[in-house]
């Protein structure tokens, strides 16, 4: 595998048989992904399209099947209860997809992360894909090409976008991150940008960012020092006024290192290639390591 997921993660998905799950899960089934079980409080007992068996609880999931990931397609003010259902279940990787959860709710689960072993992705993200293996997520199956570039962002269009970019010239994905836009998160942008710096199946790696906080400072710090891999970025909000929530919940210029143009700098100044047009993402890590290093798949 490249990060996180591959071909063998057993998946529960917190809403099997809700509206959300109906419209993603047969994506994510077609793609390759094995769903093993489904949570839905009322539930228990009943079967996901005369297959997949149905839980009341975590809980009981756990004790059943052998749980790597949990996909949480579940009503914003449902999702923090399932999260900390999640991480008291100790499944080893949450991605959490509901737009709107209060930020209040995430705090309380960011701090019940601290003292556990489980990631979480999100909320408010597309979910995370390692191309050819499995897709827990929202994005569409076909534009992705199994490779070696890495791809974490906080948007999800402009991960499609990006993706759509690398497939068109025939450089495939390592996995395609989706960490969320919201201001409290669980991975973060360094978090993911270690992660592919260490997998032997990434040669380069693409960060897509946007106003708000400092996640992609951060990230370019590490790069700085401890990168030896290539990376290309591209930060979203150039435009966007001071004060002004553009997007996303977290992408809200608060201060000036959170502004697009210091984002900008920051990165170049740590050896990143930035494009400034979202229609030239792929084109500037071509740019820095060519199209040989990069094609071929696992």
């Known amino acids: 595998m490249a990060i996180l997921i591959d071909c063998n993660t057993n998946v529960l998905v917190h809403g099997i048989s809700g509206r959300a799950a109906a419209f993603h899960l047969p994506y994510c089934e077609a793609y390759g992904t094995k769903v093993v079980a489904g949570v839905r409080p009322g539930k228990g007992g009943q079967h996901y399209d005369n297959r997949i068996p149905i839980y009341d609880t975590v809980r009981e999931a756990v004790v059943q099947h052998r749980i790597h990931a949990s996909l949480i397609l579940v009503p914003a003010p449902c999702a923090a209860d399932s999260i900390l259902e999640a991480i008291e279940g100790e499944i080893p990787l949450i991605i959490c997809i509901s737009e709107g959860v209060p930020t209040r709710d995430m705090l309380l689960v960011r701090e019940r992360l601290k003292n556990s072993s489980s990631l979480l992705l999100g909320p408010n993200c597309s979910g995370i894909i390692t191309p050819g293996q499995a897709k827990l997520g929202i994005m569409p199956n076909y534009i992705h090409l199994p490779g070696r570039v890495g791809v974490v962002s906080r948007s999800g269009t402009l991960t499609f976008e990006t993706v759509w970019q690398l497939t068109s010239r025939g450089i495939g994905q390592s996995t395609c ?76 210029i608060a201060g000036k290192k959170s502004g697009a143009i210091h984002k900008i700098r920051t990165l170049e100044k740590h050896g990143i290639a930035v494009a400034r047009d979202p229609s030239r993402i792929a084109e500037a890590l071509l740019e820095i390591c060519g199209s040989q290093c990069l094609r071929g798949n696992h």
């Open 177 to 252: 991150v989706g960490i969320g836009g919201d201001p409290v998160h669980g991975l973060s942008q360094l978090d993911v940008i270690k992660m592919f710096e260490k997998d032997p199946q990434t040669s380069a790696m693409i960060m897509v960012g946007e106003i708000g906080g400092e996640e992609e400072e951060e990230a370019a710090e590490f790069i700085h020092h401890y990168g030896k891999k290539p990376v290309a970025a591209y930060i979203a909000g150039v435009t966007a006024p001071e004060g002004k929530r553009m997007g996303h919940a977290g992408a809200i």
